[in-house]
């Protein structure tokens, strides 16, 4: 799906006290790019995220995904679009701790059906942990964790993939294999990303960077010739 975002602000507060995390943000992602979204805390990036993932409204400007503006939706359709057209992975994974790896993909991921499990373990397959399905959280490393994370956003193959720093709690090592996995699941699937990060080494595995600062876009960069995940080093 593509995402149209025009003259889009986001205040919080009024008056003085006033806070302009998105100042006048322009992007037109086409589907299937793979972008990288820079910028240091408090450039407005999770911001923007939430934006796209319509767990926030801008307070200006329209956002457009495949022609529809989200400011046009009431809450069903809100709901609707989250459950169908989106995946997000947080920084700190947010897997449920009483919940297997199984059942934490089956279950926020909302796999209704007889096949849920079926579906479940298939996303799990895919990020290379069938054999740790029934273990929890606390039973997992960093790395599967964050795969389990991932396995959840994208259990219902959601067009629109959102990653808030997906390898900020992670080392080197496992940080790069996740990229790599995202970035084959984009191939494979034409999944349009927007991946958040502070770590500018990982633009360059990016179809694009675009950098934030004040909430402005500072920075616009195609990139031609992106290196593979695996090449990255930071
Ligand atoms: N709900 C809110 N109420 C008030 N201010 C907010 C709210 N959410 C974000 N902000 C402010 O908006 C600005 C952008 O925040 P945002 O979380 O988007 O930054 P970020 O780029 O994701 O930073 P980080 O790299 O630290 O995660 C910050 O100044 C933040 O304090
Ligand atoms: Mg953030």
């Known amino acids: 799906m593509s995402i149209s975002i025009r003259n889009v602000w986001r205040t919080f507060g009024e008056g003085v006290t006033a806070v302009h995390a998105l100042r006048d943000v322009d992007l037109e992602v086409p589907q299937g790019q793979f972008t990288v979204i820079l910028g ?24 457009e995904v495949d022609g529809v503006d989200l400011g046009g939706l009431d809450d069903k359709g809100r709901i609707g679009y989250r459950r169908t057209e989106v995946g997000l992975v947080f920084q700190f994974f947010n ?28 996303a799990l397959e895919g990020v290379g942990l069938v ?31 959102l990653c808030d720093e997906p390898t900020g709690e992670l080392d080197f090592e496992t940080g790069r294999m996740i990229l790599a996995l995202l970035r084959r699941l984009n191939r494979e699937n034409g999944q349009t990303v927007l991946l958040v990060t502070h770590n500018a080494a990982i633009g360059e595995m990016a179809d694009r960077v675009v950098r934030l600062r004040s909430g402005a876009v500072v920075e616009d960069r195609t990139i031609a010739d992106p290196v593979e995940a695996e090449a990255l080093t930071w």
């Not at 029934?134 to 193959?157: C, M, N, W």
Request: charged share 20%.
């Open 40 to 63: 240091p805390s408090g450039s407005g990036k999770t911001t923007l995220l939430n934006l796209v993932g319509a767990i926030d409204q801008g307070t200006g400007g329209t956002l």
């Open 95 to 122: 897997l449920i701790p009483t919940l297997t790896a199984l059942e934490n993909v089956e279950l926020v991921a909302e796999l209704t059906g007889d096949d849920g499990a079926a579906r479940a373990r298939q």
């Open 131 to 161: 054999d740790r399905v029934d273990h929890f959280p606390s039973q997992l490393s960093g790395g599967e964790q964050q795969r389990v994370a991932i396995a959840r956003a994208l259990a219902k193959q959601p067009p629109i993939l």
